[in-house]
C-alpha cells in the first residue's frame, strides 16, 4: 500500500491494529474466541512506532499483551485470527493462542504470558547476535509491571555489562493489572534504568504515533552503528480492562477523566477523515481473515503430542 | 536420527582408556568447543581457576572469554539469555555448580525453555544443555545436596540425563550438543567426578541409542533399576550377592530420566519378577514412583514380590556425618533390601557388607565443595 506521507502510514497501521482488535471485541460474545485476550486498544501508537524502522531480520521478543506488535511487524493476519480461534492454520498451530504468539518469518519471537520472562531471551539473541556477528537489532517490549521482576534488572546488567545490540522498551500504562506504579515502585523507570550504565530516554506522549517514531528512529539508528544496548520508556494508557474485551472504569482503580485525556488526543478517534479515508480497505482485510478462521480446520487428537520435545 | 555414530568421535578417542567422569566431562566440553563454532559455556566459576570442577579448566584462556565466560549471580537471567542465545543461533552450554542453585531459575525452565516448541506449535526450537551438579557428603546440608530429577523430569518439553559413568558422558553429550534440537538438562554428581572409568567402545554404553537407558548387567533373579551414583552401588551390590549367596541380579542404569526405556524394565522385570528401585532422591513422587508406574501400568503380573525402593530419607539433608549415613542408602542398605526381595524374608541370614557408608572411592570426597 502506498501513502502521500508518513503520517499517513503510521496512522494507516495503528489503525488497522485497533480495527483488527475492535473486530475481537465484537466476536468476543459469540465465544468463538475462547482465551484470554490482552488488548492494546489505547497502546496502539507505540507498537506502531517502534516497529516501523525495523527490518525483517532484526527480532523483538513481546509480551502477552503482544498483538499489536505481531501485527505492526506484518504478521499474517489470518494466521493471526486462526490462532485465537485455535485453528490448526494459526500461527502457532493452535497451541499458543493471543498469548502466545509467534512469528519466526518476521522477527517475531514468542510471546510468554509470564511477566518480565521474555526480557532475558532478548539479551540472549542480542548475545548471539553479537557473537555470531549478525546485523541485527533486538527490542525487549515489556510493561512497567515487568520493572518490578529481578529478572529485568539481572537483564539490564548483563546487556550493559556486554555492551550487547539490545533495545529496552518498557511501556509504561502506570498500570499491572488494577494496581498502579505508585503502589509498586520506589523507583522511576527510566531513571532508575540509567543506574545500569545505558543511555535512557522517555517519551511522555505515547498517543503520538509521529512522536514516537521520533523518539524511537534515533534508537534504531543508533543501534545500526553502534550496536549498543540502550532504553527507553514510552507513557501510554491501556483503556480496556487489563483481560477482556470490556470497559472497567467502574471498577473505580483508575481516573475516567485521565483516560479521557488521552483519548482527546488519540489520532484515532479524532482524525475523522483518515479513518474515513482507510477505514472499509481494512474491515475488508479483516472480514475476510476472520473467514479464514472460521473456515479453517481444528487441530487434531493427532496435533496434540506433536512438538512436545 | 541415529546420530551417536556421527558423534561418536569421544568415545572411539578415549577406548581403551581409563577416564575419570570428570575428565569426561572436561573432554566433551573441550570437545564441543572445538567442533561446533556456535557452543558457548556460560555458569558461575566455568572460567575460574578451578574451572567448574576441572571440566571447563582452562577452556576460556583456549577458545576466549567470549565462548566461556562468567556470568552474573543472576541464575534467572542467565537461562533466558540461554534461551535467547538458543533461539538466534547459538549452542549454550548453561552450568549449576549445584542443583539448589537451578531453582532460581525454574521460571525459565519450566515455564519458557520446556514450552517455547509446543507453545509456538514446532515454529521455535531451542537446543542447549544445563549441566547441573548434586552435592552429597562433607556438609552440604540442606541446601547443596538436592537431587532434582523428578522436578524436571515432570514437565513434558525437557529431556533429563543423569549419567552414571564417563562412557555415559562421552557417548550422550557429543550427540545432545552436535544432533539433539531440544533442551537437555544433565544432572551431574559430584561424588563421581574422581571416580575412574574404563571406557569401552563397545560397551552397552557406546551402543546406537543416545539418551536412553542401559542394561548393564544380565541376571534372572531380580532386576535394580538404579541412576546416577547409586548405580555404581547397584553394581557393587550385585557383585557381592553373587559371591556371597549367587544371587543374579540384573541392573539397569536409567540414564535418562525423563524418556526411560519402558520395554528394557518390562522386559526384565517380566524376567526376574523382581524390582527395586535405587535412586539418589527422595522416593515420592520421583522416580521410585515414576518406575513402579510403569511396571504398574504395564504388566503388574509380572511381580512375583512387592517392589522395594530406595532413596534419600524423607527428611531435609542434615549436615552431621553421623546423621547423613542414616539419610543416604549405601552399600549395606541396598544389599539387604535386595536379599530381602529375593529371599521372600527380612532375616534372609545373608552375610551383609560392613562397610556402612560409602565407597572407598568416594569416601575420599573431602569438600568445601
Ligand atoms: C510472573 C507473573 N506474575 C504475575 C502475573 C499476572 N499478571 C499478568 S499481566 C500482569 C501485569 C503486568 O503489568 P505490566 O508489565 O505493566 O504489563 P501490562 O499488562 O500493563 O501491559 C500481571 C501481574 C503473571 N502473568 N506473571
Ligand atoms: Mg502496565
Not at chain 1, 547476535?129 to 548483563?158: C, M, P, W
Not at chain 2, 556456535?38 to 581457576?49: E, K, S, T
Not at chain 2, 514412583?289 to 504388566?299: L, T, W
Not at chain 2, 522395594?308 to 552399600?331: H, I, R, S, V, W
Request: charged content about 20%; overall charge negative.
Amino acid at each position: 500500500m502506498k501513502f502521500d506521507n508518513l503520517y499517513e502510514e503510521l496512522f494507516y497501521k495503528s489503525l488497522r491494529i485497533r480495527l483488527i482488535e475492535k473486530k475481537i471485541i465484537e466476536l468476543y460474545p459469540t465465544d468463538k474466541i475462547q482465551s484470554p485476550v490482552h488488548l492494546s486498544i489505547g497502546q496502539e501508537a507505540v507498537a506502531v512506532g517502534v516497529c516501523q524502522e525495523l527490518k525483517t531480520t532484526d527480532l523483538i521478543f513481546p509480551n502477552y499483551r503482544g498483538h499489536a506488535y505481531y501485527l505492526a511487524r506484518g504478521g499474517n493476519l489470518k494466521e493471526f485470527f486462526a490462532e485465537i480461534y485455535g485453528k490448526r492454520t494459526g500461527c502457532c498451530r493452535g497451541k499458543g493462542g493471543s498469548m502466545h504468539l509467534a512469528g519466526p518469518e518476521i522477527g517475531f519471537m514468542g510471546a510468554s504470558a509470564i511477566v518480565a520472562s521474555t526480557i532475558p531471551h532478548a539479551v540472549g539473541a542480542a548475545m548471539a547476535a553479537r557473537k555470531l556477528k549478525k546485523d541485527q537489532i533486538i527490542i525487549a517490549v515489556f510493561g512497567d509491571g515487568a520493572t518490578d521482576e529481578g529478572v529485568y534488572h539481572e537483564s539490564l546488567n548483563f546487556a550493559s555489562l556486554h555492551k550487547l545490540p539490545v533495545i529496552f522498551v518498557c511501556e509504561n500504562n502506570d498500570l499491572a493489572v488494577h494496581t498502579h506504579t505508585s503502589t509498586r515502585q520506589a523507583y522511576k523507570i527510566f531513571e532508575h534504568a540509567a543506574v545500569y550504565g545505558l543511555p535512557t530516554h522517555y517519551c511522555e506522549e505515547g498517543y503520538d504515533i509521529i512522536k514516537v517514531h521520533e523518539a524511537f528512529s534515533p534508537l534504531v539508528a543508533e543501534a545500526r552503528i553502534t550496536k549498543l544496548p540502550q532504553y527507553i520508556e514510552i507513557k501510554t494508557c491501556r483503556y480496556l480492562e487489563h483481560v477482556g474485551v470490556n470497559e472497567d472504569y467502574d471498577a473505580g482503580y483508575r481516573s475516567v477523566s485521565e483516560i479521557e485525556e488521552w483519548k482527546r488526543k488519540d489520532p484515532l478517534i479524532i482524525e475523522k477523515e483518515l479513518i474515513d479515508k482507510y477505514q472499509t480497505t481494512i474491515l475488508a482485510e479483516i472480514e475476510d481473515a476472520v473467514m479464514f478462521a472460521e473456515n479453517s480446520p481444528w487441530p487434531l487428537l493427532e496435533d496434540l503430542l506433536t512438538d512436545v520435545i | 536420527m541415529n546420530s551417536s555414530t556421527d558423534n561418536n568421535g569421544l568415545m572411539k578417542r578415549f577406548s581403551g582408556n581409563i577416564l575419570s567422569y570428570r575428565e569426561s566431562l572436561f573432554h566433551a566440553m573441550d570437545d564441543a568447543l572445538s567442533i561446533n563454532p556456535h557452543v558457548v559455556i556460560m555458569g558461575q566459576g566455568v572460567a575460574d581457576h578451578k574451572g567448574l570442577f576441572g571440566t571447563t579448566l582452562n577452556l576460556s584462556s583456549k577458545y576466549g572469554t567470549d565462548r566461556v565466560f562468567e556470568t552474573p549471580l543472576a541464575e534467572e537471567a542467565m537461562a533466558g539469555i540461554a534461551l535467547g542465545a538458543s533461539l538466534n543461533g547459538l549452542y549454550p552450554i548453561n552450568t549449576h555448580l549445584r542443583v539448589d542453585f537451578a531453582l532460581c531459575c525454574m521460571n525459565q525452565i519450566v515455564n519458557l525453555i520446556a514450552k517455547y516448541k509446543y507453545m509456538s506449535g514446532g515454529r521455535f526450537e531451542c537446543p542447549m544443555l544445563i549441566r547441573m551438579v548434586i552435592g552429597r557428603s562433607w556438609g552440604q546440608g540442606a541446601q547443596h545436596s538436592q537431587s532434582l530429577q523428578s522436578f524436571f523430569s515432570h514437565v513434558p518439553g525437557l529431556m533429563v540425563l543423569m549419567p552414571s559413568r564417563a562412557d555415559s558422558i562421552l557417548n550422550d553429550y557429543p550427540y545432545i550438543i552436535n544432533s539433539y534440537r531440544g533442551p537437555v538438562i544433565s544432572i551431574e554428581h559430584r561424588l563421581l567426578y574422581d571416580v575412574k572409568f574404563n571406557i569401552e567402545q563397545d560397551s552397552e554404553y557406546s551402543s546406537d541409542k543416545p539418551l536412553s537407558s542401559h542394561l548393564i548387567r544380565k541376571g534372572n533373579d531380580i532386576t535394580i533399576v538404579a541412576t546416577s551414583i547409586m548405580v555404581l552401588e547397584a553394581l557393587r551390590a550385585a557383585q557381592y550377592l553373587l559371591k556371597n549367596a549367587g544371587i543374579e541380579c540384573e541392573v539397569i542404569d536409567l540414564n535418562c530420566v525423563s524418556h526411560p526405556d519402558k520395554e528394557m524394565i518390562m522386559n526384565s522385570v517380566n524376567k526376574t519378577g523382581k524390582l527395586i528401585i535405587a535412586d539418589t532422591s527422595w522416593q515420592a513422587y520421583g522416580v521410585c514412583a515414576e518406575v513402579c508406574r510403569i511396571v504398574c501400568e504395564n504388566s503388574p503380573n509380572s511381580l512375583k514380590a512387592p517392589v522395594m525402593t530406595l532413596g534419600m530419607q524423607p527428611a531435609t539433608c542434615p549436615t552431621a556425618k553421623t546423621l547423613e549415613d542414616y539419610f543416604y542408602p549405601n552399600l549395606q542398605t541396598l544389599t539387604d533390601a535386595i536379599a530381602r526381595i529375593v529371599c521372600g524374608k527380612a532375616n534372609h541370614g545373608i552375610p551383609l557388607p560392613d562397610e556402612h557408608s560409602m565407597s572407598d572411592v568416594y569416601k575420599k570426597f573431602k569438600g568445601p565443595f
